[in-house]
């Protein structure tokens, strides 16, 4: 029997809690206040793989601090990702403007954030880059635990359970 996990590394479910902040230091997102660890399987693409990258060989109580740039974050804003879409496609009531956010939903169902970026008569150009892209992102974590995957968790790529992904 091999002696259970005590680093982040590849194959190991690890819960963290987080605070994001941008290069001015915003907070923009943090599970610290009341919330639960996040958990995730390390190696499976669950998080951004700058910070899974400045995880790697820490341990239960560690505090990291981690910067990640778009290269290993979000990634840089995309062009293709700009799309003209008619007025119509918008609810009549609301005044639009750039920097407008909606959420938008693909063929198959699934959510996605859009960002109005100009708006010309009938046309409205919405831009589907992550509202992260481009963004130096900046990670104070506290890893809350480390353990081995289960069988089933490996196999389906991510975490069960507290945390995790829940069938």
Known sequence: MSAAPTTVQ???????????????????????KGGKPL????????ILPGLEKALIGKSKGDVVKAEVPPAEGYGEPK????EAV???AFPPDIDLKPGMQFQGNTQD???FPVKVAKVE???VTIDKNHPLAGQTLFFEVTIS???AATAEETQHGHPHGPGGHHH
């Not at 190991?12 to 599970?31: K, M």
């Not at 958990?39 to 669950?46: D, I, M, Q, S, T």
Request: overall charge negative; aromatic content about 6%.
């Open 121 to 123: 008569g009938d046309q």
């Open 109 to 111: 169902g699934r959510a």
């Open 145 to 147: 635990g480390v353990r």
């Open 79 to 82: 062009d293709e990702l700009l």
């Open 10 to 32: 590849s194959g190991v479910v690890v819960g963290i809690y987080y605070t994001l902040r941008d290069a001015q230091g915003n907070e923009i997102d943090s599970n610290k």
């Open 86 to 88: 008619p007025r119509s």
């Open 39 to 46: 958990a995730f399987l390390v190696g499976a693409g669950n």
